[in-house]
């Protein structure tokens, strides 16, 4: 028996999770786990106004910009580090804290509260809303949580598994708590910030990129004091045309009338949302149709499938529609439009508008009027090639080229999108706007028309298949898979850049490289009134520029990767910069590149403060200590691997890959599961939920578990032989 050895094994790693590290410090009182020099004693007061950074994006804008400037261009080169709290676990980190009343409020995985000393980084609080963590099988991307929302010393948070909470922000009590999800029997979750809008507050869920494609996505809007549900709006129409509302009558009729061809699914509302109060609108980003590939002529007609893939405006008192705009009808790219929106007061051809801007995954820059929802201007921040322009009404005109219904095709951008989820900031100084951009392509295959290509080395599901467009694409010969490929010729871009972008002229003003090779997402990023923009980068480092140049001005290397936004707050006269650290959050930033953070220390998640004149070592987390890779003792018969391979690839790939990543590489066991019976144990009976590791009893047979364990333990033997050779090449 490995039970034992197991039961090790989980303890000590269990040890690093959310739920148990919580646990563990109300039991010793609570104490934080601050290190560092910050000095600040007794009431820390954060210098009203100016020195607080109130919501996830600092304002009711979401703008990501600080109007304090006692770090300057002139003095930068002084910023060290102030102190560090750790978080206990080893996922992605995306949320920007708050601070308020010298308290940071912010949240990490599955949507635990931390509530700290933002002078010291001394834990005052932390709430575990306990989730069900087997919803964490619903994952398309990570457990992560994109921040909190404060209004009147209360604070709310959802859950992973769908739950949102309102706190008590002096002790981090529940005040009250409502289930959002309509069926559980979805792949539903929720990942985003939820935002107060007068009297309710608002969330949306994720969900539209994993399973068949049922999910519908919505927002609910709860009231502020009971949670009860006050409105709740689809983003795509029900089934059955039977609706009396208007809005969803409208969107009914930009699907095909017949289900059985294509149900309405998708739009899942799973990042921004943002609220104007003087208009009373809140505004909803909404995802991807669901599945990807529909086809969007059906006799001759071509299907817009609203409310996907949309900018919607909907009324903060009865959650009706006011405006919309459908950046991608007909969506099958996966471009969804829930990029953060930023709104702005802007002065175009002599009039001051209230906009609302976007960096869509499209690759376009949207700004829009945020009272009526007139396009003003929509351009290309980034390389596309799905539109071939827009019409006068800012309808995109759709490029014949990247259909992918009957073969494979390159589309630009990929399907991770140009920008995405981490945040970009606009300058009220400069009138930049800051867009921390994935330059990426990918080919894209129908797997209806295509199903041979759900193989190796092509991320597959969901009835579409990518394949990234990088050195791999050159080295793999897939000819035998996806018959004759798209037109190689462009040279294959897969950068990261930060972009300085003129959102009146539409045009970028200035660009930084911050990453070239495998496709990770950029961080986020902040800007200052002092000419600065903070960025944190996957390699670890923070990065300060000129705001008007780009110039670099200051580079720390903090050794762990940062998707989210920086911030910054004053305290008693002393402006810190914080920002939380570790790596995770989508598909891709699953694995840990080379060169990556992640690759050479442990991904545990940090908050990071910084300060002039602080530390000039910034301490680092330990060494990634890589499992060593031992001989299987069987060998598996041929016909199990290729049938646990399919299997492995439609269940499990997802989240399981092969070298250093966020999920255990199989193929190099922490947990025991060389073993068939611990194996087992995990897929089937949920050996490993309470870390996110799902059952799968419902949908795979034991059988097919033993499969799949072949396929695994065959991929061991391949990858045991090719290290033999490298160590000992003689014994060939
Ligand atoms: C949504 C993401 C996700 C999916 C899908 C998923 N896993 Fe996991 N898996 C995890 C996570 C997270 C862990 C680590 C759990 C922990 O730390 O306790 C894990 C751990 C494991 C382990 C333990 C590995 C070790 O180091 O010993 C095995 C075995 C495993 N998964 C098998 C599978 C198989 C087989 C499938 C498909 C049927 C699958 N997983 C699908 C997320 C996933």
Redesign the pocket.
């Known amino acids: 028996m490995h039970a034992r050895r197991l039961a090790d094994r989980?303890t000590r790693?269990?040890r690093l999770?959310p739920l148990g590290w919580v646990a563990f410090l109300v039991a010793v009182g609570g104490c934080g786990q601050s290190t560092g020099q910050a000095a600040a004693h007794g009431t820390a007061a954060t210098d009203q106004g100016a020195g607080q950074w109130s919501t996830h994006g600092r304002d009711a804008g979401l703008t990501y910009f600080s109007p304090l400037s006692d770090i300057d261009t002139s003095n930068v080169h002084r910023l060290g580090f102030a102190w560090e709290y750790r978080l206990a676990t080893n996922r992605g980190l995306e949320a920007t804290p708050i601070v308020v009343n010298g308290v940071m409020y912010t949240s990490g995985p599955w949507g635990l509260v931390y509530a700290l000393n933002a002078a010291t980084g001394q834990e005052i609080w932390t709430f575990d809303p306990h989730n069900d963590t087997s919803r964490?099988?619903?994952?398309c991307c990570d457990f992560v949580n994109r921040g909190v929302e404060i209004f009147k010393g209360r604070v709310y948070v959802a859950s992973f598994d769908g739950r949102l909470f309102s706190l008590d922000g002096k002790t981090g009590r529940k005040i009250w708590e409502t289930d959002t999800i309509v069926d559980r029997r979805l792949p539903y979750t929720s990942t985003g910030a939820p935002q107060v809008a007068g009297d309710v507050v608002v969330i949306g869920n994720a969900g539209g990129d994993v399973g068949t494609g049922a999910v519908r996505g919505y927002v609910s809007a709860l009231d502020l004091e009971t949670g009860h549900l006050r409105w709740r709006f689809y983003t795509v129409p029900a089934c059955e045309a039977t609706s009396q509302d208007v809005d969803q009558q409208r969107a009914r009729e930009t699907w095909p009338a017949d289900c059985s061809l294509r149900a309405p699914g998708g739009g899942t509302v799973w990042d921004g949302l943002a609220y104007d109060e003087k208009l009373k609108l809140v505004y909803i980003g909404t995802g991807n149709a669901a599945p990807y590939y529909r086809r969007t002529k059906v006799k001759g007609r071509v299907y817009d499938d609203l409310y996907v893939s949309s900018i919607v405006a909907l009324k903060a008192s009865t959650g009706h529609v006011a405006w919309y705009y459908q950046t991608t009808p007909g969506d099958m790219w996966d471009y969804d439009a829930t990029a953060k929106m930023v709104l702005a007061d802007l002065t175009i051809h002599g009039r001051r508008r209230s906009v609302l801007m976007q960096a869509a995954k499209n690759g376009f820059f949207y700004v829009i009027d945020r009272r009526t929802g007139e396009v003003l201007s929509a351009k290309p921040y980034a390389e596309q090639n799905w539109a071939l322009g827009m019409d006068k009404k800012f309808r995109p005109i759709p490029s014949p080229a990247v259909d992918y219904g009957d073969s494979p095709k390159l589309v630009v951008p990929s399907t991770a999108g140009a920008h995405t989820s981490a945040p970009m900031s606009f300058d009220r100084i400069t009138g930049l706007v800051y867009i921390p951009v994935l330059e990426a392509q990918n080919i894209l295959v129908n797997l209806e028309t295509n199903p041979g290509a759900l193989v190796k080395h092509l991320d597959g599901g969901f009835a579409t298949a990518f394949v990234p467009f990088d050195d791999a694409y050159h080295k793999e010969d897939y000819t035998p898979i996806l018959g004759p490929l798209p037109d190689v010729s462009p040279r294959p871009i897969l950068r990261n850049v930060l972009r300085a972008w003129d959102p009146i002229a539409q045009r970028v003003v200035w660009e930084q490289e911050t990453w070239r090779g495998l496709a990770v997402f950029p961080g986020g990023v902040m800007s200052t009134a002092a000419n600065l923009v903070f960025q944190g980068n996957v390699d670890g480092r923070l990065t300060v520029l000129e705001a008007s140049t780009g110039r670099l001005l200051k580079s720390i290397d903090t050794g762990s990767a940062i998707i989210t936004a920086p911030m910054t707050y004053r305290i008693n006269g002393i402006q810190y910069v914080a920002v939380m650290a570790g790596w995770g959050g989508s598909m891709m930033s699953m694995t840990f590149p080379k060169g990556s953070a992640p690759y050479s220390y442990q991904n545990i998640g940090r908050i990071l403060a910084f300060r002039l004149d602080g530390s000039t070592e910034t301490p680092k987390p330990e060494p990634r200590i890589e499992?060593p890779i031992t001989q299987p003792e069987t060998v598996p018969p041929r016909d199990a691997v290729e049938r646990g391979q399919k299997?492995?690839i439609v269940?499990?790939g997802?989240?399981?890959g092969q070298g250093p990543a966020i999920?255990?590489d199989?193929t190099?066991?922490?947990?025991?599961?060389?073993h068939p019976q611990?194996?087992r144990s995990?897929?089937l009976n949920g050996a490993?939920v309470?870390?996110?590791?799902?059952r799968?009893d419902d949908t795979?047979s034991r059988a097919d578990?033993d499969d799949?364990?072949a396929y695994?333990t065959d991929v061991r033997w391949q990858q045991f032989k090719a290290e033999r050779l490298k160590t000992s090449p003689a014994q060939k």
């Not at 964490?136 to 994952?139: C, E, L, P």
């Not at 190099?668 to 060389?674: D, K, Y």
């Not at 309470?690 to 799902?694: I, K, L, N, R, Y």
């Open positions: 989980m790693i269990r999770r964490g099988r619903y994952a499992s299997l492995f269940n499990c997802r989240c399981h999920n255990p199989l190099r066991p922490t947990f025991g599961s060389e611990v194996f995990i897929v490993l309470t870390g996110g590791m799902g799968f795979l578990v799949i364990y695994i």
